[in-house]
């Protein structure tokens, strides 16, 4: 059984576009691997953090959505912990109201960007 889920994490501002890039296919590419079907991904670009994490107050932010059995989010979760550039992650699994949320704000991104 598979559920969808929706995953933010940041990483550090002193990567540059290619290695943010590279950050992010690396994690697409484990889900893909490991049975996990991508949804939707989003490059938030640099922002200002809430509150400095590791002496730095800005971070490139992503999000994906995808859909994966239970257990792919421990390996997930353990990929961002191990990879240094990764300053914050949050991992939220999606009901129907998220998952109607989601679509409807992607259908109104197209719009604008139409």
């Not at 922002?47 to 971070?59: D, V």
């Not at 912990?81 to 679509?103: G, N, P, Q, S, Y």
Request: no cysteine; aromatic share 10%.
């Amino acid at each position: 059984m598979t559920n969808r889920y929706e995953t933010v994490f940041i990483l550090t501002p002193v990567l540059s576009d290619a290695q943010a890039k590279e950050a992010v296919n690396k994690f697409i590419k484990l889900l893909e691997d490991n049975g996990s079907k991508i949804i939707h991904t989003e490059n938030w670009g640099l922002r200002k953090l809430a509150y400095p994490i590791q002496k730095k107050t800005t971070g490139f932010y992503f999000l994906i959505e995808f859909e994966a059995k239970p257990e792919m989010i421990d390996l997930l979760e353990l990929n961002y912990r191990r990879d240094e550039r990764v300053m914050r992650f949050l991992t939220v699994k999606m009901d129907k109201h998220h998952i109607e949320f989601a679509e409807k704000r992607r259908k109104k991104l197209s719009s604008k960007q139409a």
